[in-house]
């Protein structure tokens, strides 16, 4: 199937005077009251995450195909959405804007548009990495308009202690062949490459259009907040804004089989806090990291989140 692109539409956040972008895919032949949300994770907007088409389709466009009316939200300061006023560099060493307990709330804006919009009463919600532990703590909050909800690689508290201190900057500047290599330091020694072609040849340059000042620095960098990171340190420290024992909905918990950010330990142990679900799975993907959804394994996690949707 022709894949048409996403329409954005701007919705005004949290902050007065800032909007965030909100994208939405249309299926050809819609499952009635059927709604998904995407969430970002940390460092790159929904468009590298879940818009980006490899071999000709994204995710988004996977579960349009499927039925369902797909939605993809850019946090402030990502993709298409406005920035915060810290980020022009004119005061780089405050406390950083933009932490899970804050955009929670934009979030909150962006599903009462689509609940709206719909004339449905809630939706299903995925999550990945920081976005799935802001999705996780949203749900906890406001758990009648979530129908089920899908973690995929999450941060959650660990107990000890971290070798890295908290950050004290509001943002990170990082060229696309450093991310690349990011990814690439995932894999495992003396495996075979994991990501697809396009994330190796295309990726880099489109998540540099993603940022409009990128290229206003030398070398050519994507700007992004690094409120994430002061949640990753408190999480990791014994203080994280996300109690898994809150969730009240329905939840699939997933993971690649080579993820170190959210590891085996993490991923027990969240899901035997996940009490009060009323029901609840746990799924690995083979060969995969904690970018599973850019790797050629990704067909696997989006079988396992339509099988979750479709499940009574």
């Known amino acids: 199937m022709k894949n048409t692109d996403p329409v954005d539409i701007k919705i005004e956040s949290r902050i007065k005077g800032k ?4 994208s939405h895919l249309r299926p050809e032949r819609k499952k009635l009251g ?3 949300l995407f969430i970002h994770g940390a460092s790159f907007p929904s468009e590298l995450a879940f818009g980006f088409r490899m071999n000709e389709i994204s995710w988004m466009d ?3 195909d499927a039925g369902y009316e797909v939605y993809a939200l850019d946090f402030l300061g990502y993709g298409k ?19 899970g307990e804050e955009v929670v709330k934009d979030m909150d804006i962006a599903i009462n548009y689509i609940l709206t919009e719909l004339s449905v009463s809630k ?5 990945h990495s920081w976005g799935a532990a802001v999705s996780g703590h949203y749900a906890s909050l406001f ?9 995929f690689a999450p941060f959650i508290q660990r107990n000890g202690t971290t070798k890295w201190d908290k950050t004290k900057v509001s943002y990170k500047d990082l060229t696309p062949g450093e991310r690349v290599e990011q990814f690439i330091s995932r894999i495992p020694e003396g495996r075979e490459m994991t990501l697809e072609s396009e994330v190796l040849d295309k990726w ?3 998540w540099l259009d ?13 700007r992004f907040p690094s409120a994430w990171e002061a949640d990753l340190f408190d999480c990791w420290n014994g203080n994280c804004f996300f109690d898994p024992r809150k969730i009240k909905n329905p939840t699939l918990l997933i993971r690649g089989e080579w993820d170190t950010t959210f590891n085996f330990d993490d991923a027990e142990k969240l899901f035997g806090q996940m009490e009060n679900a009323p029901s609840k799975r746990y799924v690995v993907i083979d060969r995969g990291t904690h970018v599973l959804h850019l790797e050629k394994n990704r067909f696997a996690l989006y079988d396992e989140v339509q099988l979750f949707f479709e499940s009574k």
Do not use: C
Not at 86 to 94: R, T, V
């Open 19 to 22: 909007s965030i972008n909100l």
């Open 34 to 36: 059927e709604a998904v």
């Open 62 to 64: 996977n579960l349009a």
């Open 81 to 99: 959405s406005d920035r915060y006023d810290y980020m022009s560099g004119k005061n780089a060493e405050n406390e950083s804007i933009g932490r």
């Open 123 to 127: 939706i299903n919600l995925i999550g």
């Open 143 to 151: 758990p009648e308009k979530i129908d089920k909800l899908v973690l």
């Open 204 to 206: 880099g340059d489109k």
């Open 210 to 222: 993603s940022d409009p000042t990128s290229k206003t620095r030398n070398p050519f960098s994507v």
